[in-house]
């Protein structure tokens, strides 16, 4: 059987036909017309579907399921969104609007879920009881799978280490608190830091890779300048990679997965740069426990395609 | 059946004997002849179980189990003690010195699981799915269960929310790390916050209060000098219930438990002056839900007995 997985991102629906093996047979990116519309919603859903079966040359007989990642909280139980922080969309039964038309079953997941959830079966997770991938992005995502099941808590909202206060009274947080993680350690937050850096060293060569990149201040901007050898890019670089790493070894202190990996795209930096930092600093700061225990710290393998191939094995897990 | 379970301290075996619904039927407490000697302590364990079992009236052929509740790391598959920080215990099979002796089966398990298990089964957890107990005392805790289970992660070193950085670079922790969330908010962190308060304030109500106590400085000196008006104490106060807030409301936003169970000394004073300005805090600092999927956030009802009583259940947890 086959399987398709759909990422609802802002603007665009991305989605993927899997094979049993969580492979890629065929990606489709469509617009929403009008994402706050359930019923435009799931039109949108229904074709990618039927688009993506033709496209990738299997009848819809031999689509098992469709899984759906929402960047938000999901109701998994009746397959509904509840609530996304960046989209206007609230309480839309999408399994009941999608069958009905489609006479196919709808998973829907949190999409850090899914992205965990496809590291696990087809990425960095592979051979890992426990998992745990960290997307630093926008805010911070994670997706924890313990003893291979996602972990949802008791409401379906667990795992918001993004939103755990790491710094005490410390930047204000759109979600109510001071001090949150991602406040600290997202790529939006490495941006700020290299703007800051930036307005105050107008000469550093810092300065200049961002002036060299039409003002434009990006996650790679303090990495690039850090190469170059200057000494404020690499201030940003330290104090970003300190912040992950105080915030990963809470995750690991709390977890203890077997694998924790890092996503998005600041994960897509070095070794020496990043990871190499990272893990002696999450290695000091840790409990410590017999070698063989330790929670082994790696890069994302699936990229941008993760959250589609979670989706799809949404159903697929189900089978098993 | 009955079941015995026994609390291992820092100079004091403390055992239980418990029936199938977690009532404490006899209670003894024993000093360990030498803690660090696998032998003595077999010993111990031995001579406490069969005493226990003579007083509560109750043959040997009908007790199933016995449980050991250790301030530390443990095996749980094999029944061994692998570390304790504050006692000389390393690498201790504990289950097959046990069986050799005695011929029960011995569960080993970490003592603040034990007591999440106790009151999850037999006080302010039961009926919730997902529990969580936080045991304020010399360092901070954390006992999880997740559907139904005690969580150990990977290693069975899961769940070490008291060194969870909240307060980055902030104070160190003899773990390695800085800024420990038991620094902060642990029944040893309320009594040096009040010490200081108290020397920065030698003519306060909360220094009068010390001083009629002999000059000892308790985990209750804060809450009396509030009590009688005192600004100095109050400000202790509030310090203290503001880092304790922020630590529960990651453990919230991570785990989101049906209910969460404060225990420890700390947790007897009054909800006016502990409980419900923590609820309040924690309320304000999580991800917000709808009410009824909110965690409960209560006073731990089983006391001191927790341990001995959860260690007691490890067996009958097993049989259900």
Known sequence: MNY???DIGGTNLKAGLVDEDGLLLAVKTMKIREVSDPDAL??????????LAQEGGVPMEEIASVGAGVPGVVDIRTGSIVYT???????????????RRLGLHLYVENDANCAALAEFHAGAGQGSKRFVTITLGTGIGAGIIHNGKIFH????MAGEVGHTCIDYQGLPCPCGRRGCWEQYASASALKRFTAQAQLGNPDSILARVIREHDGHVSGQSAFMAARLGDPVGQQVCDMYVGYLAAGIANVVNIFQPDTLAIGGGVSNESDEQLLHPLQQLVERETIPC???KKTRIVKAQLGNQAGIIGAALLGKKKRI
């Open 290 to 292: 017999s070698a063989g």
């Open 85 to 99: 922080c960046n989209l206007p969309l609230r309480n839309i039964p999408l399994r009941k609007l999608f069958k």
């Open 4 to 6: 398709i997985g759909i």
């Open 153 to 156: 808590g008791g409401n379906g």
């Open 42 to 51: 799931t039109d949108t859903l229904v074709a990618l579907t039927r688009e």
